[in-house]
């Protein structure tokens, strides 16, 4: 199983990025995926996630109303549009995938995910 982020890189407080992550090895629309973020000296946190569907998503409250999460199943790609950035969005992002049932939410802690991909750095700068 491979999970290939990129998008990451340097933009100015207030712009935005949009992150892919690619999945092969996987029947993808088997699993709930989600974006979590690691802060230099800090632990990994939840970011987003989204259902096998695309149906339901869910969101930390740093993030919510700002970022976007969405995914193609026919692609095999999850994404994360991130508008209106902060210099404390600053850290690594990683994408992960969770094998659910087709009615369980997101879920948000790391442990719960099988899969993980490589990261992908993004830097915002005031």
């Known amino acids: 199983v491979q999970l290939q982020a990129c998008g990451g890189g340097l933009v100015q407080a207030g712009g935005s990025l949009r992150l892919s992550c690619a999945a092969s090895?996987?029947?993808?629309?088997?699993?709930?995926m989600g974006w979590f973020r690691q802060a230099p000296g800090k632990e990994r946190v939840f970011v987003a996630g989204i259902s096998r569907s695309g149906a339901s998503a869910q969101y930390a409250a740093s993030v919510k109303g700002r970022f976007a999460i969405s995914r193609d199943n026919d692609k095999k790609t999850v994404y994360l549009q991130m508008n209106s950035l902060k210099d404390e969005d600053t850290a690594v992002y990683s994408c992960?995938?969770?094998?659910?049932?087709?009615?369980?939410?997101?879920?948000?802690?790391?442990?719960?995910?099988?899969?993980w991909g490589q990261g992908t750095l993004v830097t915002v700068s005031s």
């Open positions: 992960a995938a969770d094998r659910a049932i087709i009615t369980q939410p997101p879920v948000t802690r790391p442990d719960d995910y099988e899969y």
């Open positions: 090895g996987l029947t993808f629309s088997y699993y709930n």
